[in-house]
Nanobody, 127 residues
């Protein structure tokens, strides 16, 4: 699976950004994969920002972004999005999109379960 992120940039605190990710799934479909958005700030571990189960039936957000970030997908474009609102300087990080093949309606909760990762897109929030 090829994964490509875009949409990062520099934004002021309180602003919004929409990240996009496109997948090339080969012979399988979007519904065969759990997908997610993650981020990694310098000197910190990579963390989960939003997860979506295979089939798009379940969504998870950590408390740090709940109510501010929204994950969505377009299965016809093989695209995944992360709408980020009310951004804070602590949201500054490299953001990654990833996919992991799994059974129907399964959510992958561990980063190690995601086999395919993009190169990331940088998000910088100024104060």
């Amino acid at each position: 699976v090829q994964v490509t992120e875009s949409g990062g940039g520099l934004v002021q605190a309180g602003g919004s950004l929409r990240l996009s990710c496109t997948f090339s799934f080969g012979g399988l479909s979007f519904d065969d994969y759990a997908v997610g958005w993650f981020r990694q700030a310098p000197g910190k571990e990579r963390e989960i920002m939003a997860l979506m189960s295979s089939g798009g039936t379940k969504i998870y957000y950590p408390d740090s972004v709940k109510g501010r970030f929204t994950i969505s997908r377009d299965i016809y474009k093989n695209a995944l999005y992360l709408q980020m609102n009310a951004l804070k300087p602590e949201d500054t990080a490299m953001y990654y999109c990833a996919a992991g093949a799994t059974s129907w309606r399964s959510c992958l909760s561990s980063l190690a379960e995601y086999a395919d990762w993009g190169q990331g897109t940088q998000v910088t929030v100024s104060s």
